[in-house]
């Protein structure tokens, strides 16, 4: 069972946008924070965004400026999540993963999408 949904990845000239999206299933129960990771060939994976449940957000330095966290604010899709990337430069080019953590039984739980690519060209 997919447990989250991405959408939203492709290719785009510098300087372009694109906007992720990731819809958690109603089988994750008590999500607490949700998020954007990426990976580019030959390097770890890094935390792009993330935002909790109260709305605070996380940047990577990186792409402070330039990248916008948000929640759907319809109560039905409230574990939707989008990743508003603006001015888009080569080495944001990476596979980009949502994730999502809830707590169960005192502890975190991570769940990972699928990945979704993105890639800017010069």
């Known amino acids: 069972q997919v447990q989250l949904v991405e959408s939203g990845g492709g290719l785009v000239q510098a300087g372009g946008s694109l906007r992720l999206s990731c819809a958690a299933s109603r089988s994750i129960f008590n999500i607490v924070d949700m998020g954007w990771y990426r990976q580019a060939p030959g390097k770890q994976r890094e935390l792009v965004a993330s935002i909790t449940t109260g709305d605070n957000t996380n940047y990577a330095d990186s792409v402070k400026g330039r990248f916008t966290i948000s929640r759907d604010k319809r109560l039905v899709y409230r574990n939707t999540v989008y990743l508003q990337m603006d001015s888009l430069k080569p080495e944001d080019t990476a596979v980009y993963y949502c994730?999502?953590?809830?707590?169960?039984?005192?502890?975190?739980?991570?769940?990972w999408g699928q990945g979704t690519q993105v890639t800017v060209s010069s």
């Open positions: 994730n999502a953590k809830s707590v169960l039984s005192g502890s975190i739980v991570d769940y």
